[in-house]
C-alpha cells in the first residue's frame, strides 16, 4: 500500500526558511503527479503547488509564488517544498498529496500524507 509520510516542519520565524519532505511508499511515485496543501487553524485546506511525474512543469498558488518551490528526487521517492521568505500566515499544517495529473492533484487528492505543522512567528 502506497503511503506518503511528512518531515521537516517546525518553529521558523518570518523571513526565514524550512524544507518539507514527503518520502512515498510503494512503487507509483514514478507515475503520480505530487503535490502539496496546508490548513490553517479554522480555514479549509487549500492547495500550494504541484508537480508533474517528470518535474518539468510546477504549478503554484498565488499566495505562495516566487517564494515557495516544489521538486521530486526519484531516486528517493521523495517530493520536496523548499519555503522561503515565510509569513505568519504561512502557518499551517502542511499536507503532502498524490493523483493521476495536476487537476486531480489540485482539487481531490488520491492519497494524503498525515501532515506536518509548519509555524512561523512575527
Known amino acids: 500500500q502506497v503511503q506518503l509520510v511528512e518531515s521537516g516542519g517546525g518553529l521558523v520565524q518570518a523571513g526565514g526558511s524550512l524544507r518539507l519532505s514527503c518520502a512515498a511508499s510503494g512503487r507509483t511515485f514514478s507515475s503520480a503527479v505530487m503535490g502539496w496543501f496546508r490548513q490553517a487553524p479554522g480555514k479549509e485546506r487549500e492547495f500550494v503547488a504541484a508537480?508533474?511525474?517528470?518535474?518539468?512543469?510546477?504549478v503554484y498558488a498565488d499566495s505562495v509564488q516566487g517564494r515557495f518551490t516544489i521538486s521530486r528526487d526519484k531516486a528517493k521517492d521523495t517530493v520536496y517544498l523548499q519555503m522561503n521568505s515565510l509569513k505568519p500566515e504561512d502557518t499551517a499544517v502542511y499536507y503532502c498529496a498524490s493523483g493521476p495529473n495536476t487537476v486531480v492533484v489540485q482539487t481531490t487528492p488520491a492519497l494524503w500524507g498525515q501532515g506536518t505543522q509548519v509555524t512561523v512567528s512575527s
Open positions: 508537480i508533474t511525474r517528470s518535474g518539468s512543469t510546477t
